[in-house]
């Protein structure tokens, strides 16, 4: 399944969100962000410059 269909899909669309090309998260998983990266515990996901303002209104 591709990103678009899966966030369709899913119940509750304001618990993800999409950062990049090849990633969603869940945004109750974020531990800390940048505007280059999120990260989820000690993973660090890329953000792209097209997904950043996904990111605005995501306070820790």
Request: hydrophobic share 40%.
């Amino acid at each position: 399944m591709n990103i678009g269909k899966f966030l369709y899909h899913v119940p509750d669309k304001l618990e993800y969100v999409h950062v990049h090309r090849f990633y969603i998260v869940r945004i109750d998983k974020i531990t800390s962000k940048s505007k280059s990266e999120v990260c989820i515990g000690d993973l660090k996901i890329p953000v792209s410059q097209s997904f950043l303002s996904n990111l605005k209104g995501i306070h820790f």
